[in-house]
Each structure stands twice: as C-alpha cells, then as structure tokens.
C-alpha cells in the first residue's frame, strides 16, 4: 500500500500529500527504542544546540562548538566511542528545537533549555539532567537609572520567542501591577541587535545568557544586569521519550562529570587517581562492575569522559568560569559540598 | 460503446478518489498513533487554555488570561491588518509607477526603472531587516522624541499619533456622513442621465460644498463638536496615549508595499502595453481627451491582463508577511506557530491550522479577485 501511495504521490505531485506525509515520516519514531543502535550504526551524535551562545554552545571561526552544553555531547560520544569528535552538531532556534528532537532530527538536546514540568510532561521527551542552574534576569542601560527591577513598569522587554523567559516576564509584571510591552524575536542576534539600537529598555533572558551576550557589546560598560532573578532555570540535557536506556547513558554521562569532580579526578591527574585502591574511583574508571556494560556501552566510559573532556568543575571553568571570558562565579553550580546544588547519585 | 468508456473512466477516477482518501486517512491515523507512542499530547483542547504571555501590539483586548484560540484570533487580525494595509499601499505604488514606465517625460521613466529593478531585485526579508534595523538605530529614544507640532512622536518605540475620541453626539455626523454619500451617489446618477439626454455633462460640485455646509452647520447647531483628541505624553519609558504604530509594523507594512509595488508595476505596464495603440488613435479620433481616453477605453481593457497576475501578488504578499516573525511583529506565525506552539508544543495540530487559515485567506482573496475580474471582463467585452 506504502509503494502505491509513493507512486501516486511521485507521479501526481499531489503537495498537500507530500506535506502532510512529511510531517507524518517526520514523526514516525522508526527507532524510538533504539537509539544507540542508530548512533553506532551512524557512527556519529546528532546534537541539537543553540545558534551560537558563549560559554554554552558556540561555534569558532573553523565551526568546532565549545561550550558547557557542547561538553555534554563531548561526553556522551567518549563513553560511546572513546572519542569526543563523534558528534554532529546541530544548531536549532528556540523554536525549533522540541520539534527537532521529537522527530528524531538530534538525539540529544542541550541547548540551555529550562527542565520544566510542561517540557518534561507533554511534549514527548525527558530531561535526563541539570548541568547549569540559572534563573531569569534583566539588563538595562545605566544611562536609565534604574536599579531595581521594580522600577521598570511601562518598559519596553526584548526576549526571545518561544521561552520560559516569555512567561516568567509577563507573570512577573502582572503579579506586580507594572505594565510593561515585550518583543520577542526568534534569534538571540536579533533580540540583542533591537535592544542596542534601542528598541527596548531591556533586555530578559537567563543570568548567563545575559552575562554572555554583554560581552559582544561594544560598550559593555554601558549595560548593567540587575540584582534580581525572578525565575528558577534549571538548564539541562533532553532526549526522546521512550528509550530509557538512551536516557541512562545521556544522565550517567552527566553524572560521571560531577562524580569524578566529587572524587577529585579530573582530566589531569587521572593516571596517578587510577593509581589509588579508593573503590570509588576504581568503580568510575571502570576497573570495578559492570556499569558500562550495563548502559550497553564500553567498560571505560567514564574513563573516557573524563579524559576526553573532564571533569564538571573542568568544564565549569574553561566554558563559563574563570578560564573564560565570561568568568562567571561556581555559585548554585559548586558541588553540594561547598555550598553549591551539583550532585551525582553514587555510582555503584 | 460510449457507455463503457464512461463507465471506465468513472471507475478509474473513482479508484483515483478512493485512493487518496485511504491515503490521507492512513497518513492521519499514523500520525495520530504515533503521537501517542511518542507521549505528546494531541488534540485542539489547548485552544481553551491560559495563554500566560503578552502581546505587543492587539487589535482586540488581550491579556495573560486569555487563551490560546484568543492569541491565534490576536495574531489573525495582526497579519489581516499589515496585508490590507500593505495591499492597498502597494497597488497605489505599484499603479503610479507603472503608469511612470510609460510616461513621456524621460526624467519619470527613468526613476521609474530604477524604483522596479532596486526592490524587485533585492530578496524581501533582507528588506525588511534593513527598514527595521537600518531605520530603528538612526532614530532618537522617546525622550528626545522627534515631535511633529507636538501632537504626534517619532521615535525608536514608535511612531506615535494622536487618536480621535468620540463623545456622545458623534453618531449624528456619522448619518449625516451617510446622508452625504447617498446624495453623492444619487448625483452622479442624474450626472450620467443628463449626459445621455442633452450631451453635456452638469457640474456635482456646487451641490455638493452647499450640502457639506448646510449639513455641518445643522449638526454643529444641534450636537455642538462632540470630538476630542487623544494627544500622546511622554510618561516614564514610553508615550501614553494615541495610537502607538509600532516600528514592527511600520517596517515590515513598508517593505511588503515596496517589494510587491515593483512587480504591481510591471504588470500595469504590461496590462496597459497590450492593448492596440489603436484603441488609443481611436479615442483621439473621436475626439476624446487624453486622459478620458485612458480612463474609459485603455485602462478597462488593459484591467483584463491586469486582475489574475495582480491577484497572485495579493496573494504572495499576504503569505510574505510571515516573514514578520524576523522582526517580532506578532502576526500568526510568531504568536501562534511560534511561542504558542513552543508553550504547548502541538506542532501538528498548530501548523495545521495556521496553514488552513493561510489557505483560507489565499481563496477568499482569490474568490473576491475573480468576482471583481468577471465583472470587469463583461464590461470590457460589450
């Protein structure tokens, strides 16, 4: 029956057909519950990530991505591969990156998405992880004046479409009696592009985002961010729903970055680490169970990320902390022994 | 025999039909069972449910509280609005400077040529990029608005007008407006019948200006001037007051205009090009001004070339304006296909129905096209 349709669609050009067919072939799961099948069968990661945010997913002038998001691809393909290079990655607008991964387009989304019940619940994937806590917050000319969030009733918002930003913004103002008009633009250059040439008296998005942004600015002096967060913006990787096994291997990949931070093992020191009878350790490079085989992947994936990529601190400071232009403190993201929410379920 | 090649070329058309219908059903059904595989959510329910973001620019009342099928009817009359606005804008454009390509004057044609090739030549989205970022950075914050007497702003917010304010009273000269028209059509009717009985056509306009005064004098006796404007202030960050054109609207309503006008003008020129150059010798033959001449006799016959490929460029236009969502003007396709449907995330059943109601808008303007071109085809063919 499927031949006949296809011929008739191919002889006919009958385009509402082919439209429709499109989107149905789109979202026809054909290996939902396979993933990482269709991963080693290709050979490579398919990676939904932003189109272009410092410190998270941002590509160079030679089009190699760095970032804490890329990192999280990074390591998912060293604990498949033994590599990090085997990874596409693809860049996807706000709006279009549910859609992407729903249809089978990226295998893995991170790209600074807020983990968010509606996300998790309705939308046909699960978040596997948080790598970045954040929360909303608002940058205005210091030329205004303004020192509170407060003092912004009747401004003009610039945010991107099709964001928690979005709803945190207009729940913010209405709750707070302030009117307030706001201009969403698809594309994170164009949100910032309008607000620089005035367009807005501010600009909203995440902490960081804002952080990252400013540093393009001609004049960054001229722009400050406001004390206040309105919002919790725990960012995190999601996959399809459906394949749990899939999941595991994008969560433990996550989670093996916080541990070997926990247990003090990072890219560098991880062949004198492997010296030490500590279980733990021994547990996470591998030399002890069967963990990796019980995801369905190497013996050594651990192992692998950590010398691939390293460690969550590591990743923390090259991408987004003191390594980086951005030089944003550890803060929520310290591990949960110096005051920060990043921890790892044990690895046993 | 006839009867048996009727009778195949019935089964197989009915083949054909049955066919597709199985066809689509099976391409739903999959569709519908696989999203359910998927654990999305499906189904129009959403529609009923809070929106919870704003809006910048709605032409009906609209807040946080409203629903889902409230943004799509908000960002439905958004996209009506800057493709009436951009149509009638280009076809004024468009017939001026396609008359211009024919002109005698060497000085107008030239412009003229120069005007189609620039914007015709250049793809649209980068034009409205330009019009929107181009013009937003040379323009002043509210503060150091450019005034224009003081009543209107012009500033990287907006372009801010005053509004008019009707109090109680105003409905009378809207009757009396009423009444005006009436009597305008009516007069013209005893133009044409005295015409058709002595030859000479009579004057409306000394009728006409006695109705104007004599009617403004009784209303303004009766109700007094029941008008007010609204004149827009600078208060905090932004004007309050009139009626604010945002620079969304602005820029993408100039460049739809701008873009369509160049090739709304090449397709008056070829409509007027196809008619004899006879036609035109003949008028003059009979002693026929110019411009009557072009009024009565070429302009309706060339309408006949005009009207279909005039009716595509509606039609492109109407679509094009989804390229608004590069700029955040909220039309359909921002508001609705795009942060609704990232809030819900739908895709099937939202994209299903913005492209209906494109669909929609494409055959309504078509189907009033071609009513308006069959009118205009019999009155050229007497």
Known sequence: MRLILSKISKNLKVSPIVIISFIASGLYPAYADKTLETVKENGYIKCGVSQGLMGFSNPDDKGNWTGIDVDVCRAVSAAIFGSDKNVKYIALSNKERFAALQSGEVEVLSRNTTYSMQRDTALGIDFVGINYYDGQSFMVRKELGVKSISELSGASLCANLGTTTELNAADYFTSAGMDYEIITFEKADETVSAYNSGRCDVYTTDQSGLYAQRLKFTNPDEHMILPEVISKEPLGPAVRQGDSQWADIVRWSLYAMISAEELGVSSKNIDSKAQLRNPDIQRLLGNDGTFGENLGIRKDWAKQIIIHVGNYGESFERNVGKGSPLGIARGQNALWRNGGLQYSPPIR | ?382
Not at chain 2, 66 to 73: A, K, N
Not at chain 2, 147 to 152: H, K
Not at chain 2, 236 to 249: R, S, T
Request: net charge positive; no cysteine.
């Open chain 2, 1 to 382: 025999m006839r009867f048996w090649r009727k009778a195949f070329s019935w089964s197989v058309q009915l083949l054909f039909l049955g066919t597709v219908i199985y066809g689509v059903t099976w391409l739903a059904g999959n569709t519908v069972e696989n999203l359910a595989r998927q654990g999305t959510a499906s189904g129009f329910g959403f529609l009923d449910s809070r929106a919870g973001f704003g809006i910048s620019q709605t032409l009906i009342d609209y807040s946080e509280d409203s629903t889902y099928g409230r943004v799509l009817v908000v960002g439905l009359l958004n996209t009506l609005l800057v493709a009436f606005v951009s149509i009638f804008l280009a076809t004024l454009i468009g017939f001026l400077v396609g008359v211009g390509r024919l002109s005698k004057n060497g000085l107008v044609r030239l412009l003229s040529v120069i005007y189609i090739e620039t914007f015709r030549n250049v793809p649209l989205l980068l034009q409205i990029m330009f019009w929107y970022f181009g013009v937003l950075r040379n323009l002043n914050p509210p503060r150091q608005a450019n005034s224009i007497f003081d009543v209107a702003f012009l500033s990287n917010r907006g372009f801010v007008i005053p509004s008019p304010v009707f109090l109680e009273g105003s409905m009378a000269y809207g009757i009396g407006v009423i009444i005006l028209l009436i009597g305008l059509i009516l007069g013209r009717r005893w133009q044409t019948r005295r015409q058709m009985e002595t030859g000479m056509r009579p004057s409306l306009w000394p009728f006409l200006l006695g109705a104007i005064v004599s009617i403004v004098i009784a209303l303004y006796a009766l109700v007094g001037w029941p008008f007010e404007l609204d004149i827009p202030a600078l208060k905090g960050f932004n004007f309050k007051g009139g009626i604010n054109l945002v620079p969304e609207f602005l820029a993408l309503t100039f460049a739809l205009s701008v873009y369509t006008a160049a090739f709304i003008a090449e397709i008056v020129r070829a409509g007027i090009q196809s008619v004899s150059h006879g036609q035109t010798e003949a008028g003059r033959a009979l002693g026929m001004p110019s411009r009557l001449s072009m009024r009565l006799i070429i302009i309706p016959q060339a309408m006949r070339v005009i009207i279909p490929p005039l009716t595509s460029q509606y039609l492109n236009l109407t679509k094009n304006s989804s390229l608004a969502v590069a700029i955040a003007y909220p039309d359909i396709v921002s508001v609705f296909a795009g942060t609704a449907l990232n809030q819900v995330g739908q895709a099937v059943e939202i994209i299903f129905i913005t492209m209906l109601i494109y669909l929609g808008l494409s055959l309504l303007t078509s189907l009033s096209m071609n009513f308006y071109n069959n009118r205009v085809s019999k009155k050229g063919a007497q």
